[in-house]
């Protein structure tokens, strides 16, 4: 079992910035990739961003690229996710997700990820 929990997310004005955080713990040794998917309400959970835990390899929605960059602390079993330039509809529950597959890494499918957080609010107003 792989345990995530976000932290970090929170109210800012369009244009500003936030830095959410996912701590993982329990088997973290078995995790393959980490990602970022949010959900707008009324819209569908969204990929966002990706990140190999062992390469780093990196990967974003085209809506974010440039914008926000995922990263990661092995050490301490965290990925960062830091978005600036936020803009209104960035706003959105985030949840940080956890693949334990290995092979070729379909990072911006929700069944790829077998682990998932409980999800931290960021709200951007205009």
């Known amino acids: 079992q792989v345990q995530l929990v976000e932290s970090g997310g929170g109210l800012v004005q369009a244009g500003g910035s936030l830095r959410v955080s996912c701590a993982a713990s329990g088997r973290t040794f078995s995790v393959y990739g980490m990602a970022w998917f949010r959900q707008a309400p009324g819209k569908e959970r969204e990929f966002v961003a990706a990140?190999?835990?062992?390469?780093?390899?990196?990967y974003y929605a085209d809506s974010v690229k440039g914008r926000f960059t995922i990263s990661r602390d092995n050490a301490k079993n965290t990925v960062y996710l830091q978005m600036n330039s936020l803009k209104p509809e960035d706003t959105a529950v985030y949840y940080c997700?956890?693949?334990?597959?290995?092979?070729?890494?379909?990072?911006?499918?929700?069944?790829?990820?077998?682990?998932w957080g409980q999800g931290t609010q960021v709200t951007v107003s205009s």
């Open positions: 990140i190999h835990w062992i390469g780093g390899s990196t």
């Open positions: 997700a956890a693949s334990t597959a290995s092979g070729i890494y379909r990072y911006t499918r929700e069944t790829t990820y077998d682990y």
